[in-house]
């Protein structure tokens, strides 16, 4: 045993080294100028924090060789968000690549390739689609809006709080839809392939479950149209 234990050590102060090595590399921190913009697109594995403010701004936090691969550009009225011809084999998904944004009005948000995106305090909008793909993560803690549409495939989740007249959910593909704390008025909602939907919904709900989709809902909705096909299944709470 003792052999065996000394032959390991230099391995182990080898991957050691490696370790704090790895650990000391210092994040970047950068301001970037970009045009105004009303809707934002991210992958890459980013994580992207949202705040909303009066004055537009982009920061970039992310390792030294990786900070200038990141592009943030506005195409249009979309502020992109991207690692710029780089995959996780060279870059490492371990490395730091946030990424922070205030925004003064924003009508539309696209998180895919295991992007996360938080959006912390109250975000006010007449009108949102939120769109979560490819294991990516979508947070609103506080969303006040007429209408929010949000859409989760491919193992993405997508949580959302707060209130709303008019609520669109669609969810497929194992994805996960909470919008259990998501005030609503009316809702249409529609999970399939292993996919799930939570809602709060006050006055009419259409809900259309398929392929072992399952859609929750509160709040007695005097209005129901429900369609349960394939092993689907919508139920109260």
């Known amino acids: ?11 182990l102060l080898l991957l050691l080294s490696i370790s704090i090595w790895a650990n000391a590399e210092k994040s970047n921190t950068q301001s970037r100028n970009v045009a105004s913009f009303s809707k934002i697109s991210v992958s890459s594995g980013i994580d992207l924090y949202l705040t909303q403010g009066t004055t537009e701004s982009v920061r970039v936090e ?14 249009g009225e979309t502020l992109r968000i991207y690692v710029k011809n780089t995959s996780a084999w060279n870059w490492g998904w371990n490395k730091t690549r ?16 295991g992007s996360d995106v938080e959006a912390k305090g109250e975000v006010k909008v007449e009108k949102i689609n939120i769109s979560a793909s490819s294991g990516s993560d979508v947070e609103f803690e506080r969303l006040f809006a007429q209408s929010v549409r949000v859409e989760a495939s491919s193992g993405a989740d997508a949580e959302v709080a707060g209130e709303t007249k008019n609520l669109t959910v669609d969810s497929s593909s194992g994805s996960d839809i909470d919008c259990e704390d998501l005030l609503s008025e009316v809702c249409k909602a529609s999970a399939s392939s292993g996919s799930d939907i939570t809602v709060y919904v006050t006055q009419s709900l259409e809900a259309n479950a398929s392929s ?18 394939s092993g689907g299944d919508v139920s109260s709470f």
Do not use: C, H, W
Request: hydrophobic share 35%; no cysteine; net charge negative.
């Open 212 to 229: 072992g989709g399952d859609i929750s809902y509160k709040g007695n909705p005097s209005q129901k149209d429900i369609d349960e096909s």
């Open 98 to 113: 946030k990424v922070y944004v205030t925004f003064d009005d924003l009508s539309s948000l696209d998180a895919s390739a």
């Open 62 to 75: 992310a390792d030294a060789d990786l900070i200038d691969k990141i592009i943030t550009e506005v195409n």
């Open 1 to 11: 045993m003792k052999t065996i234990t000394l032959r390991k050590l230099p391995l």
